[in-house]
């Protein structure tokens, strides 16, 4: 066994007794902090946890909500303690206790009978965020491969592939970022859409550490988030409108001759040439018969077309005209003209229309950036929660790189990066030992965004059961509420596994009770922010008889016939895991040093400076600002796209108000709302309205308030800030239904499918596309705090 | 020189996070409803905090109070059962809750609201600076886990300390000055 443990010692609380043990392991929500906590337990229990060292001490932390959970959610009432099995109608709440040993045998039995009537791809299931330990989080995936089944994606769901999907096309990496102590010697920072100071609370140190040695730091984000309020600059645009702000910097940028030709030319797509009839790339088998399938470009000298590899300086403006193989004559441009050309209606002023920012502060703005070194921008989740949200992270990307500012240090553009795409992303390209795909036995993969279609409309084939693990569906999930009404009643199986009877257990025919991370068995924990690599270690026994996701699934593979997938030691998974893995940053780590040490870094130089050597994965092996596969959807070359339900469609007149759901300080969506100590500082759901908003609608402090439109209804109480723009209400998420008067946000949302994210990879869930009216139901009651609403 | 410990706050770091508040629960066994420390927005509100001015003209800062630890503490001087004492060696003031018998005069005095008392035998309590843990040479917890690293706590006396610096380069004020108590935390303007 691998539970390393320090010395018993005393306790150092006020007369506290001694604790029995210190366990260095990780507090590992989903939350991109990643915390090493040194965890005190005595008789089997937590009495207190401690940051725990690390390499860096800037990575020495803990937060409110790593305690509250260590301490309150572990041994919380709530805690589910044995195998359930419905005995009432769906949804009712009635369970019966049940052995392991009967819902292993109910759950085997329900499986093959769903396989031998559909097909063992009837049989699906899903995960989300809510264990970032690596062998739990990819269990459930890995049970989907084990059977054959169906795996629904998940980052769509999550409403996270937008950033992916701006970036892959463009840097060839779905995230990437500086280190976060590499902010330190940056002359500017810009951030759109991130608030760090909430979501990303233990990283904040290092922006001020970077402000104190000299950073102006500018926020770009519709509300006065905490991150905004500590900046130099806050720019409030309209939602959803990053990629058009950002336009509006190039184009200043660009008329004002400040962008980098030289970088453009060496390490962009933007001198290749593009064809005028069509769109694509010009390719040396359009003009030779021996040609294959490599670029153009204009050779310096005489502007003739030439191997984009054969000349280092290329020409970046300029035209031909060439005759095809098939002897037709057409005319070329550069991609760099080409988006000159679309990018010309970007004015600031333009832009300024667009984004309800003044030009003068874009183009401010766009001059500074371009003339200072090192600046450094970082995006985040926010940008992405609309319909093309894809487009201002390929926006932010494309500014860095007409800057020349990738690959250096202090610089750079950010988003995530981190060391669990690159531990995880390596398994899913590449796995002999069958740690993801036992056997090589794979499920058939369908978009979680569809999933709810898929169910009940049995299409592409019919899914009759569906098992999660890891995710408060209930509470998170897009239209939960017609996932009951519409898919659940087409399974004939819903599993659940879960800590506590969360709103999507309660509808479950079985739930199965799963440890906490602090339970659970030897696991690893790359960080999503970091670089570093922790062990996580059990501290205390499983509460009551709950078991870990692996061993859950063992269980029923052991009696479907399929035990021997599932006989890997704990430390063998996560040895091979980084042993194996084809990313040799990964597979440096000693495994003698992380057990000793509990945490190492990545072998990446420090700090880390993605694309120093400015060799990017994409096909050109640049960075690729003129996207050629997506020219059939009119986003070969970075555009601003209106949300769907932009507050300017015709539907605003009947919904007038952008609905965002902002991560809260106080809870990682819907784990930590629970928690007598979380409570106590937020005691329930508030919307947050701008007072003319309000005023309009005759709405007071504190009224109790109707969120609606056509798909759905909520109802809490509401609070009057300047801190969200007029034209938008926020409700800091992470509320289950029954914190509400009435209904769920989710229930309000829409996942419309958007073929461009589709061609890309997936389309995203547009957590914030959404138009709603406030009405105001009620004087506010003596109470300060709502009653429990009615439960789902 | 005797010492004399202090709390600087640095309100440009602070983003009003809550992580000290839940951190001195934890250590110190705090009982729910009940604080030692409490953030308030700059309108004294400790939940569903605001900033003020008027969109886009904002301001917003959070401040995190606990005992002030006085050199001239009203509660010290109020108290009935000399429960509460200044401690010479250090500054702290310290409460002894085997002497306290609830009369709450403390509470009454105090200008900063920093004491909370038991529900049900109205007994003090209050904000250590976690002696139990100085005692091991370990920093209080509010310091130890303060995200940002907003919080410091020093001997301002020691002309090499943390502390003594930050208060040496900073414009800093105390609270409530003129109630002429001489409190002992130091808050670095935002």
Redo the contacts between chains.
Sequence with gaps: MTDQTNQARQG????APAVDRVVRSVCSPNCTGGCGVNVYVRDERII????ADFPDPGYR????KG??MA?QRVTHPDRLRYPLRRIGKRGEGRFERISWDEAFDFLAGELQRVAQRYGSEANAWTTMTGNYGARASMSPNRIANCLQGTWFTYTGLMGDLGAAMGFLPTLGVSATGQDWPDLVGARLIIIFGCNV??SA??E??FL?DAMEAGARLVVVDPR?S?TA??ADQ?L?LRPGTDAALILGMLNAILEADLHDADYLRRHTNAPFLVRDDDGALLRERDLFANGGDGTLVLDAERGRPCPADDTAMPRLRGGVTVKLLDGRRISCRTAYDVMLDAWAQYTPERAAEICEVPADVIRGLALEYAQTAPAALWIGQGAQRYRHGHLAFRAAATLAAVCGNIGKPHAGVSWSGGAMLRVFSSVIFNDPLGLLEPGGRRARTLPGTRMLETIATGKPYPVKSLWLAGYGFGTQSPNFDRFVRDALPRLELFAVTEQVMTPAARYADIVLPCVSSYEDDLDIVPGAYNLYVQLRRRAIAPVGESKNDWDIFKGVCERMGLGEHWQMSAETFCRQLLEQSTDEAVRSIDWAELEREGVVRLALPDPYVPFADQRFPTESGRVELYTERLRGFGQAVLVHEEPLESNRATRAKDYPLTLMTSHA??TVHSQHTNL??IR????GP?LEM?PVDAAAREIAEGDLVAVWNDRGRFEVRV?L???V??GMVNLPEGWWPQHLAHGHYNDLVHVTPNPVQDAIIETNFPVWDVLVEVTRVASPPAAPVPPEGKRR | MTRQYVFVIDLRRCIGCDTCVVGCKMENAVPPGHFRLKVFDSQRNLQFKKPVGTYPDLDMYWLPVMCQHCADAPCVTACPTRALWRRDDDGLVMLDKERCIGCQRCGEECPYDALTFDDETGTADKCTACEHRLAEGLAPMCELVCPTRAIHFGDLNDRDSKVRALVDSRESRRLNESSGAAPQIYYLSP
Excluded: N, Q, V
Excluded at chain 1, 12 to 15: H, N, V
Excluded at chain 1, 680 to 683: A, F, I, R
């Design positions: 150092d609380g006020a007369g207190k946890i401690e940051p932390r803990i937060c409110l305690m509250a301490m100071a909430t609370l233990s904040m140190h001020f006065y905490r309020s500590k806050w409030s300080m106080h007598a100590w106590e500082l937020l005691p508030r701008h609070t800030t300047e801190a723009r007029p």
